[in-house]
């Protein structure tokens, strides 16, 4: 097999120079403390680091947070030198999106890299600019030859186990970063604003976890501040944001972005919300959300204002981002016979068979952030994602995915494959009718990886509706399993320009690939 030569790593100086600074700025405490202050005299910091989102061949979106109200300026190069640099005037940043911003690039070349420098500029005198951050990124190919090949994971800072100084924080992050993606996707819970982040936590072995700790993550999140709080935690480990100026992401959510196993219209039963009202806190979390990722269709330039969304990653690859958590149903039994709202909703079910359809890309991942086989539940009758254990005929939640998989098989749709994270262990599953109570389906896989810093769970049982066969799974055999005890996981896709195969590769933390699997392109079913 041939494959694209990978552009050469840029300089990690260069990469690395803002990154740095933000380190020294934002540096682990050794206790628990709250969020670092910002200073209020001098100029403006970009402490937090920069992040880039939903790359293509020839746009992106490039954010920043400042501490305090500054102008946003971007410059992009072909150089590490910023010889020729192209010059973008972002916006000016203010408490009203919690001094973060998001600058779109377009007409970028394809298959280039592109090198960046974020300079925050004091809104009253321009020339009063702070240090510029840096970072770096590959637009989309152009050309098929040139290949892709990206990671992916989910599920941060849950169970209680946030930063830990003590391990080096979020390593996995530096780990991702060396094997240099075009991108990363977070399949979700990229934080968990329902779980509190104690200063230390005893193991069953005697060991002592110590987290890094600030007010908003001492209790549940319930006001914007606190939301936001959440999202900003992450932001002080080191490596996520050295991470987030190498690697550009492509970003959906799930249900602890808001409250565990969450829906529209839920009233909460549960002492620790003030706020019963489940719609209030998942619009205050959407708010958050969209003021701390670069989305393109939260920026305030396209006006769609959702997460379910198509990238396009050049000829080989479209990126399917649902969002399975907005438009569903309540949590149920799972056994109606007819649901026409189901886990997306009928408009968004719409849009992905319309899309679909309509791609010309050799792969079509479908980014989902929960599984489709896996039974996920939520207390003692309820289930949470699709599957309800019933091996039977499709019922509730099911029988749209089961619309979904006919359209793709009668519409010969080829190269779909599934990715997500969600329950905190890593597995592949082939789907094929000739094991399915639901027949009328081409066979396909589903990948499953995470968490990235969240505990560890044993695996879900399966539900045959869709003929799932689990080639592989490893879980740990207890649960909240703590990143000291189990490693953490992700997932590699690699797609080789010249022949179109596509790998995947399930890997865990420590760089071991624990199963791979390459798939033909050009087939309707695998």
């Known amino acids: 097999m041939s494959y694209r030569p990978r552009i050469p790593s840029p300089d990690r100086r260069a990469v690395l120079r803002g990154s740095l600074a933000a380190s020294a700025a934002l540096t682990l405490p050794l206790t628990a403390t709250a969020a670092p202050a910002f200073a209020l005299s001098g100029r403006p910091r970009a402490a937090w680091g920069v992040q880039v989102g939903d790359v293509t061949a020839s746009s992106a979106l490039v954010w920043v947070r400042s501490d305090r109200p500054a102008r946003m300026i971007v410059e992009t190069s072909a150089t590490e030198s910023f010889r020729r640099a192209r010059t973008w005037h972002g916006p000016l940043v203010g408490s009203g999106t919690d001094f973060t911003g998001t600058t779109p690039l377009y007409g970028l070349p394809a298959g280039e890299q592109v090198h960046y420098r974020v300079t925050l500029a004091d809104p009253d005198d321009p020339r009063r600019t702070g240090e510029p951050v840096y970072g770096t990124f590959r637009t989309a190919p152009a050309r098929r030859r040139d290949g892709v090949r990206f990671l992916w994971s989910g599920d941060i800072a849950g169970q209680g186990w946030g930063i830990n100084p003590d391990i080096g924080g979020y390593r996995v992050y530096d780990e991702m970063r060396r094997l240099d993606p075009d991108f990363f996707l977070c399949s979700g819970d990229n934080i968990y604003a329902d779980g509190v982040i104690e200063p230390s936590v005893t193991l069953p072995d005697g060991r002592v976890w110590r987290n890094v700790t600030t007010e908003e993550k001492a209790k549940v999140a319930e006001t914007l501040a606190e939301y936001r709080g959440n999202f900003r935690y992450n932001l002080l480990d080191d490596n996520l944001r050295k991470f987030n100026a190498q690697v550009p992401s492509i970003i959906q959510w799930d249900d602890h972005e808001v409250r565990n196993n969450w829906y529209p219209g839920q009233i909460l039963d549960d002492v620790r919300y003030t706020e019963k009202n489940v719609d209030v806190l998942a619009a205050r979390s959407m708010r958050a959300f969209r003021e701390y990722f670069p989305v393109s269709t939260l920026h305030e330039s396209s006006g769609d204002g959702r997460v379910h969304r198509v990238v396009r990653h050049g000829p080989l690859l479209d990126v399917f981002v649902l969002d399975m958590r907005s438009f569903r149903n309540a949590n149920s039994p799972g056994r109606q016979p007819d649901d026409t709202t189901g886990i997306l909703g009928a408009e968004q079910l719409d849009w992905l068979k319309r899309e679909l359809s309509r791609s010309r890309a050799v792969w079509k991942v479908i980014a989902a952030d929960m599984p489709l086989g896996l039974v996920v539940t939520d207390g003692a009758t309820d289930f ?107 997932g590699e896709v690699d797609i080789d320009g010249d022949s179109g195969e596509l790998t995947v590769r399930l890997r865990a933390q420590g760089g071991s690939v624990l199963f791979s699997k390459v798939l033909q392109p050009g087939r309707v079913g695998q």
């Open 384 to 490: 949470e994602a699709v599957a309800q254990g019933d091996p039977g005929a499709p019922l509730g939640r099911e029988l749209q995915i089961a619309e979904l998989l006919r359209f793709i098989k009668h519409r010969r749709i080829t190269g779909t494959l599934w990715l997500t994270a969600d329950v905190h262990y890593t597995s592949a599953q082939h789907y094929a009718p000739e094991r399915a109570a639901f027949k009328d389906f081409a066979p396909f896989w589903e990948f499953v990886s995470g968490p990235l810093a969240a505990g560890g769970f044993p695996a879900n049982a399966l539900d045959s509706t869709f003929g799932p066969d689990q080639v592989f799974v490893r879980a740990p055999d207890r649960a909240n399993v703590s990143p000291m005890e189990s490693p953490q996981f992700f």
